[in-house]
């Protein structure tokens, strides 16, 4: 079964620019979930996707958005990029129904420099 | 940041050792989960837990949901060169939480 697949893996943009990150989920898998990782801040949550709506949103500013398809792959986006952006992005993908609080299980991540 | 309170930070131990990490948190969960992360890869799912009190193994390693809903541990025993990486605990009630993680090194 094939797990959590992000891309990029690599990305590398300036300052003010615009970035688009994808996270498709393990098949089957209806919620997504993002996550910024940083080594002073450590993960931190940043919003939840399930049937194409946003059902959680963590504490993030308005330049970080994300959506999700009907397919549940899912993209966010960050905008006018700044140099504190820089981290790994992961991507967390998980049954969302049934069970209460399925486990998630994680991408291998989006690595995003800003220059 | 992190909202789970993490320890210790790291550890450094000689293979054959068993190892003990825990996460305390202010606010309840009703769900714990422990991942491990090694460099260049994302956080792997070693173990779940649901229930108050649940006590769950996977292999040499064991993990416990605090009764108070508040804390949870991971038992690592007899540790080997491959167990080296990061540990994280997860919180989970209506979003995830994370410890901000246990790095293990494991001497030979």
């Known amino acids: 079964k094939a797990g959590v697949t992000q891309t990029p893996r690599y990305l590398i943009k300036t300052r003010g620019q615009q970035v688009t990150l994808s996270c498709s989920p393990i098949?089957?898998?209806?919620?997504v979930s993002w996550y910024q990782q940083t080594p002073g801040q450590g993960l931190q949550f940043l919003f939840e996707?399930?049937?194409?709506?946003?059902?959680n949103k963590g504490n993030f500013p308005g330049r970080f958005s994300g959506r999700q398809f009907s397919n549940s792959r899912s993209e966010m986006n960050v905008s006018t990029l700044e140099l504190g952006d820089s981290a790994l992005y992961l991507c967390?993908?998980?049954?969302?129904?049934?069970?209460?609080?399925?486990?998630?299980?994680f991408g291998d991540g989006t690595r995003l420099s800003i220059l | 940041g992190q909202q789970l309170n993490q320890s210790p930070q790291s550890m450094f131990i000689q293979e054959g050792e068993d190892v003990s990490m825990n996460c305390t948190s202010s606010?309840?969960?009703?769900?714990w989960l422990w991942y491990k992360q090694e460099p260049g890869e994302g956080p792997v799912l070693l173990i779940a837990l649901y229930k108050a009190g649940e006590l769950t193994s996977n292999g040499r390693l064991t993990a416990q949901f605090g009764i108070t809903r508040k804390d949870s541990f991971l038992n690592i025993s007899a540790s080997i060169p491959s167990d080296v990486g990061i540990y994280f605990c997860?919180?989970?009630?209506?979003?995830?939480?994370f410890g901000a993680g246990t790095r293990l090194t494991v001497k030979p």
């Open positions: 098949s089957g898998h209806r919620s």
């Open positions: 996707y399930f049937s194409e709506t946003q059902r």
């Open positions: 997860a919180g989970r009630l209506n979003d995830m939480r």
């Open positions: 606010s309840i969960f009703n769900t």
């Open positions: 967390a993908s998980s049954l969302g129904q049934g069970p209460p609080n399925q486990p998630q299980h």
